[in-house]
């Protein structure tokens, strides 16, 4: 297995578009490593340059501390599972994924010892001999994973593999793979426009934006400290609230202002006084005891069996919120929230930075 290493890597399109703009980021031998972010954000760029499907315009791209600029995709020992993957519809399951080996001239003994083993690893055993039309949605996922197993990659590549499963089908092959890459341990760059997923099998995630990384952190890491508004919004849901204001001093303690509210603040965001700010507020952070008062008019309450959020306004402040079970909010109604200091996040207003 190996050690990926990407250094300022960059590439610009035909009509200078940014596919990906000075990425730089390492993946440790055996590490499960997933690239986040919206549509369009560089995800599936940066895995075709890793893969040698695209060449940088600028960077290098290392395994194992060789660089594979130069080096063609097929002898890169690299495997690719695509969110599109096509499996051959007239071969069993079995040439389906023996089929790559064959190409590439494997002994015919050493072929069905991977294919078999992968079957095994995979849960398909039973179904070598099915075609793909007789197979679930999930089933034919698996096959498209086995076909990049046999290959014993030093690195795997996949891209958003489970996008097309149905929700229920997802979270399952989610936890299918989270203990396939144990079993395997092997390198994984994992890509996905879903946070949660990205949240439960990443045990570093990289967020992107416009092809720039916005931030490179373990899963508790990102949810707690946000580099920025971006990441901040983008990881957690329901998302974080966020009200722009301003920090003002009163009595020589700093005070959010904003037309509908007042928050008084911790101590350490005095030498921010004056500045332009959001203020954010986690859903899941407010509690009904102690704490920054906050008085909302209730819209909308949700509830999800084992828990309730409530969604609802302060002047023109939109405001979500979790509640617990013996709390009884109703439409309409005023509903009082309060959120502890220390869990309370700024933004600078200009550059989104957390304050
Ligand atoms: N071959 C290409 N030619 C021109 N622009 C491209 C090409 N491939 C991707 N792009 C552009 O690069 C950006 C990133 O695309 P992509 O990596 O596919 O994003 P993601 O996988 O995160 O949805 C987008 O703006 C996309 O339109
Ligand atoms: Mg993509």
Request: with cysteine.
């Amino acid at each position: 297995m190996a050690k990926l290493r990407l250094e300022r890597v960059t590439k610009i399109f035909d009509r200078n578009i940014h596919g990906a703009k000075d990425i730089t980021f390492e993946a440790e031998d055996k590490e499960f490593v997933v690239l986040v972010g919206p549509s369009g954000c560089g995800k599936t760029t940066i895995l075709r340059l890793i893969a040698g499907l695209e060449q940088p315009t600028s960077g290098n791209v290392y395994i194992d501390g060789e660089c594979i600029n130069d080096i063609p995709p097929r002898d890169r020992n690299v495997a690719m599972v695509f969110q599109n993957y096509a499996l051959y519809p007239h071969m069993d399951v079995y040439e389906n994924m023996a089929f790559g080996l064959k190409v590439r001239g494997y002994p015919a003994g050493e072929i069905e010892a991977r294919v078999k083993n992968a079957a095994e690893l995979l849960g398909l055993s039973k179904y070598l001999k099915r075609k793909p039309g007789q197979l679930s949605g999930g089933q034919r996922q698996r096959v498209a994973l086995g076909r990049a197993i046999v290959r014993e990659p030093r690195l795997f590549l996949f891209d958003e593999p489970l996008s097309n499963l149905d929700a229920k089908l997802r979270v399952q092959m989610r936890s299918e793979l989270a203990r396939l890459h144990k079993r395997l341990s092997a390198t994984i760059i994992y890509v996905t426009h879903d946070q949660v997923e990205a949240m439960t099998l990443g045990q570093k995630i990289i967020v992107l934006k416009d092809g720039v990384i916005q931030q490179i952190a373990d899963p508790l890491t990102l949810y707690q400290s946000p580099a920025n508004k971006f990441v901040a919004g983008f990881i957690g849901s329901p998302p974080m609230n966020f009200i722009p204001g301003k920090i003002k001093e009163v009595d020589n303690l700093p005070v959010f202002v904003h037309p509908s509210l007042n928050l008084k603040l911790n101590r350490k965001f005095l030498r921010f006084i004056n500045r332009e700010v959001e203020l954010g507020i986690r859903p899941d952070d407010f509690s009904r005891n102690h704490g920054l008062e906050i008085q909302m008019i209730v819209d909308v309450v949700e509830p999800m069996g084992n828990e309730r959020y409530i969604y609802g306004h302060c002047g023109d402040i939109m405001l979500s919120a979790r509640i617990q079970q013996d709390e009884h909010p109703e439409s309409d109604k005023p509903f009082r929230l309060t959120i502890a200091p220390e869990k309370i996040y700024l933004f600078d207003a200009q550059t989104e930075k957390r304050l």
